[in-house]
């Protein structure tokens, strides 16, 4: 147990019988440096293995993992690196030492650690192996990184894709500097949802993408970044919330996202990034908050920092809010002189454009790429187009009557797409009844037959559809996902979208309908992810449902699946489609009183 010098070991050695070689010149390396090292080849020849490795685990030693691709597939292995990682997920505390000595990509939980390469000095100098071992096993602050930096091999910063910087960012009032004071001077001893720091404006003044500024400038002051949908209601469910944490989970605990709790698998996700060991406290993102409820449900505790978005004026007394609302006439200036690159346009005419859009960010931010595109256009043509929208018989849904110049923006910029994309128009009619963030590819591409004409030929060519969707993300219509292929858009630029349908509506929302009809898997624990993700399009395009055979049809299906996964999944992930299902009956009874189908559909949902 002591190892070959006497006294507690410094060092247990992890290896496989391929790597004994390797694993011994190591050992050797350490001790003749004044380590202590237990190794299976020498201190556990004549004792029981599994008791020993136990002993020695359980001890204060380091464990140093020599990896190579046998490595990977042993299930004792695994368990003797996994354990220093117990409390320290991202081994910040540096318990676990990884030695990579045979070319290998560190799969698992080992794909989120650092480790040194020992494979270009392996069978080479020898004195220059000993240097980068000796350096493996030194605090930070002591090694020569000078001499050794190439051999070391950065473990990825656990950031969610959707922090990125924002072209042309502005930072009007000093935001950026309002939310890092409210997230890192805080009462430790408050509640978790005191400590919570929200950004509160109007649709489209850039409350989104303020936050996510924040987390790109700020990523490197704590241990990860993860970014959450949250919308629901202020009751909930939260899926977006639910999904991610378990999606995050997965880099901490293998195989978490196929715990039939999937409730209680986020929360422990949650009380990971509280007493994980982290050194850095971790920044939870809550995008599109409704309510309290889901702060106060999704509270993470102290040290995580909660960053929350809302379009709500206040979440309670207990939050801590930052004010966004419009800009200056001096920013939006600067914002659009620098975002178009236009030097041929006055200050005045700036002045103009800014006071028309109501000095909307995300008004101003759609004038400028429809600027940027089309450098003959003057400020005074974009105008004349835009009054051309702004006079339209369709009267502007919702809140306030800032819409009307926001939503002709968003469709001047939607024509636009279509004349350099012909078909933009239809990938933008269609997007507009899912739910605003990660609407799968697939779903613009099921048979063609089940669109409507107009967007027929991108459903049978995925390169017109792709040449449509590149030009809508040059014009900041949508963004896309090159790693998960899907489209996310803004909520304001989708009701822009469908109010520009007018009658034309039901036909686009049954459209929708057809194709998650079609894309929906079999319910299996192996579809699970891709059926949470329709799931919340099947909600979104609910309340849009017409009372048509079809809805019911897929209903009946949403519904369908609802029943199938509730064996294996928790009744509140099973309960996302009935409610959608649910809604879609409920409009079907009440379009017809009368029809005997539609109420017993509609009761049978209920139960």
Request: proline share 6%; net charge negative; hydrophobic share 45%.
């Amino acid at each position: 147990m002591d190892g070959s010098r006497g006294g507690a070991a410094n060092f247990l050695i992890s290896r496989t019988r391929a790597d004994g070689n390797i694993a011994q010149q190591i050992a050797a390396i350490l001790e003749r440096a004044g380590g202590r090292v237990l190794i299976q080849d020498r201190d556990f020849a004549n004792a029981n293995f599994m008791a020993e490795m136990d002993r020695g685990l359980a001890s204060d030693a380091r464990v140093i993992a020599v990896l190579s691709p046998e490595y990977l597939t042993k299930p004792h292995c695994t368990a003797e690196w996994s354990h220093p990682l117990g409390r320290d997920p991202l081994n910040e505390h540096r318990r676990l030492i990884v030695l990579r000595v045979t070319e290998c990509a560190p799969a698992g939980l080992l794909q989120n650690i650092a480790f040194w390469d020992l494979v270009p000095v392996r069978d080479g100098d020898q004195s220059l192996l000993e240097t980068v071992v000796l350096n493996a096993v030194k605090p930070d602050a002591e090694r020569s990184l000078d001499i050794v930096s190439r051999f070391w091999r950065q473990a990825p910063r656990l950031i969610h894709p959707e922090i990125k910087p924002t072209p042309n960012f502005q930072d009007d009032g000093g935001r950026l500097f309002k939310i890092d004071n409210q997230l890192w001077h805080r009462d430790a001893t408050a509640s978790a949802i005191t400590q919570s720091t929200t950004v509160n404006g109007l649709g489209g003044v850039g409350k989104s993408t303020l936050a996510r500024q924040y987390a790109f400038e700020t990523q490197d002051d704590y241990a990860g970044v993860w970014w959450l949908d949250a919308s629901g209601g202020d009751r909930g469910p939260w899926p977006g919330i639910e999904t991610g944490l378990v999606a995050l989970g997965e880099h901490f605990v293998e195989g978490i996202s196929q715990h039939p709790d999937r409730t209680g698998a986020a929360h422990r996700v949650l009380a990971i990034l509280a007493a994980g060991g982290f050194t850095r406290p971790w920044l939870l993102i809550y995008d599109n908050v409704d309510g309290p409820g889901a702060l106060t449900q999704w509270a993470a505790p102290a040290p995580v920092h909660v960053l929350a978005t809302t379009r709500l004026s206040s979440l309670g007394s207990e939050v801590k809010p930052v004010m966004v609302g419009t800009w200056s006439s001096q920013t939006a200036r600067d914002y659009l002189v620098r975002a178009t690159g236009r030097a041929d346009v006055s200050a005045a005419d700036w002045d103009v454009l800014a006071e028309r859009l109501g000095a909307l960010p995300l008004a101003l931010s759609h004038a400028a790429a429809y600027l940027r595109r089309r450098a003959a256009v003057t400020v005074a043509d974009y105008l004349s187009d835009l009054d051309g929208f702004m006079s339209e018989e369709a009267r502007v849904p919702g809140e306030a009557a800032y819409r009307r110049p926001v939503y002709a923006t968003f469709q001047a910029a939607i024509a636009q797409a279509d004349t350099v994309a012909p078909g933009a128009a239809a990938v933008m009619s269609l997007a507009a009844f899912f739910a605003p963030d990660g609407i799968p590819e697939d779903m613009f591409q099921q048979n063609k037959d089940l669109y409507p004409a107009a967007f027929a030929p991108l459903a049978a060519s995925r390169l017109k559809l792709r040449d449509a969707v590149g030009v809508l993300a040059d014009l900041s219509l949508v963004a896309f996902d090159s790693a998960t292929r899907a489209i996310s858009v803004h909520r304001l630029v989708q009701a822009a979208a469908r109010e520009s349908l007018g009658a034309r509506q039901d036909a686009w929302a049954l459209s929708g309908l057809a194709a998650l009809a079609a894309a929906m898997p079999d319910p299996a624990p192996e579809t699970w992810p891709l059926c949470i993700t329709l799931a919340r399009h099947a909600q979104a395009l609910a309340p849009h449902a017409p009372p048509d055979p079809l809805s019911g049809q897929v209903a009946g299906h949403v519904g369908s699946i609802g029943d199938a996964i509730s064996a294996y999944v928790p009744l509140s992930d099973a309960l996302q489609f009935h409610r959608a299902a649910n809604l879609i009956f409920d409009r079907l009874a009440k379009a017809d009183p009368g029809n005997a189908v539609a109420s017993r559909d509609l009761s049978v949902s209920h139960n």
